[in-house]
């Protein structure tokens, strides 16, 4: 491959040396790496608040990316080109002079990308030390990690931070599960494909749910958790975006503002949750001392940097509904939580019945048709139909129908922080987040937190390795469903 044809950019990474870095943006920089190889002058700026030296940065990078990356994908020639790509340098983020370390790092001629990720109370300290040194450029591009902001005021004091030295042009707000292939595939199926689209209406879905669970719990993360908790974390960005992908309508064309027009409109079309409505509609909880694959978990207020007291939740459920024409009386059940059996990602539509069963088996020991479609820990897409037992008589049977891309080919699917990247570096902002959207979000998530917080009354308690508290069956048993039991793997 020529030169002239690699990446070429300069990636400055505030909170370089921190978990998510380590863990995440620089693996999936060193594999973007081996499939989009960099031009000779693109560098990486890991930047902390202390920087060892740049022998100790490689050596801790390479045992991540040993630690953290499948084994066929680690070789000691790309690690060895990779590394020459790699800065470490120590900036204090509220003293714009410790940033002129920056100057002699940074090229002209390329887009200069600077990804915060950090706590998001320093992004306006971050981006007023870059724009009065003139690091901010036509081509800058700037990624925010989330949670942006705590609430709707917050968010929007943020979005004016940042546009005091970016254009929402240049602001990519970035929601990992976006990047996923699975995610991306959705559309593919929902809108290339007749059968999908003219079935996707409240006419043949019952209900829709929607899973992201863990089996770790707060970690290190005690004090970031006791000011987030898993509204914040997880439901405001993740789960909405998701849900926002599976109800769209089709937007005109595949530009980046026409899908996210879309999106938004689901936005606007939620019911709101009110008063009496959320706690008829929302569970909220908090992990208690049990077991997880045989080990003993503690709770929630026995992690380090959790207030005694604490009510910050570690698991939500919602019943959610879209008043629009396509989604009139379809719920939206949502759920997630840290502590739960297993880790995953689920999205599970749930067509309705047929009117009229002919068949000798009984229809109680099936399910109704499904569309199950996993963005972790494996990324797949199934089809569940009714299909006859061979063998004599009319024996009805649940059918599985692979509809993975990935099962018809050995390539290796790109990983949504790598995916993202990529799209940040090529300035494509299909897969990002905009502004109003961020603050739709907000104003629909602001009224349970005000009454969450308004409250003395706890969370319901829920022991480790289980999948919630009571209130979570009861939510959907109310409605005579059931949350889907493939979750629990």
Not at 433 to 448: C, S
Request: proline share 5%; net charge negative; glycine share 8%.
């Amino acid at each position: 491959m020529k030169e002239s044809s690699n990446l070429l950019f300069d990636l400055v990474l505030f909170g370089g040396t921190g978990d998510l870095s380590m863990r995440k943006l620089l693996p999936a920089l060193y594999q973007l790496y081996r499939t989009h190889p960099f031009h000779s002058s693109s560098r990486i700026i890991a930047v902390g608040r202390t920087a060892p030296s740049k022998e100790a940065f490689l050596h801790r990078v390479q045992d991540k990316l040993e630690q953290h990356l499948p084994e066929d994908s680690w070789d000691t020639v790309s690690w060895q080109q990779f590394a020459k790509h790699l800065n470490c340098i120590s900036i204090e983020a509220d003293k714009t002079e410790s940033y002129r370390g920056l100057i002699p790092l940074l090229s002209e001629d390329r887009p200069r990308v600077f990804y915060f990720s950090t706590h998001s109370s320093l992004y306006g300290a971050i981006a007023s030390s870059l724009g009065a040194l003139g690091l901010i450029t036509a081509e800058a591009r700037v990624v925010l990690e989330k949670p942006i902001g705590r609430d709707l005021d917050t968010a929007r004091q943020l979005s004016g931070q940042m546009s005091n030295y970016f254009t929402e042009s240049q602001i990519y707000r970035i929601d990992h599960y976006l990047g996923k292939e699975t995610v991306q595939n959705l559309l593919v199926l929902r809108f290339a494909n007749p059968l999908f689209e003219s079935l996707w209406n409240h006419h043949y879905i019952d209900h829709i749910q929607i899973t992201i669970s863990e089996t770790i719990g707060v970690e290190s993360r005690g004090e970031f958790y006791e000011e987030t908790g898993a509204l914040r974390d997880i439901v405001q960005n993740h789960l909405l975006q998701l849900l926002c992908i599976l109800a769209m309508e089709p937007p005109p064309n595949i530009e980046p503002d026409r899908i996210r027009d879309e999106k938004l409109k689901v936005l606007y079309a939620l019911q709101p949750l009110l008063g009496d409505g959320i706690s008829r509609y929302v569970v909220r909880g908090q992990y208690t001392t049990g077991t997880i694959n045989g080990k003993t978990c503690a709770g929630y207020i026995e992690e380090d940097g959790v207030a005694e007291h604490s009510t910050i939740e570690t698991f939500v459920a919602m019943k959610v509904m879209i008043e629009n024409m396509r989604w009139s009386g379809v719920p939206f059940y949502l759920r997630t939580g840290k502590r739960l059996p297993s880790r995953s990602c689920e999205i599970v539509v749930h067509f309705k019945e047929i009117p009229h069963w002919i068949f000798e088996t009984p229809r109680g020991q099936l399910m109704s048709n499904q569309l199950v479609i996993t963005l972790q820990p494996d990324e797949s897409i199934t089809l569940r139909l009714c299909g006859k037992r061979l063998g004599p008589g009319m024996d009805v049977r649940t059918v599985d129908l692979n509809l993975n891309p990935k099962s018809r080919g050995n390539k290796r699917s790109a990983d949504a922080y790598e995916r993202l990247l990529l799209d940040v570096i090529k300035g494509d902002q299909t897969l990002f987040v905009r502004q109003d959207e961020l603050e739709q979000a907000w104003h629909w998530i602001d009224p349970i937190l005000a009454d969450w917080e308004s409250t003395s009354s706890p969370p319901e308690y829920y022991s480790c390795g289980s999948w919630g508290p009571a209130g979570s069956t009861l939510l959907l048993a109310k409605d005579g469903r059931l949350w889907h039991e493939g979750a629990s793997g």
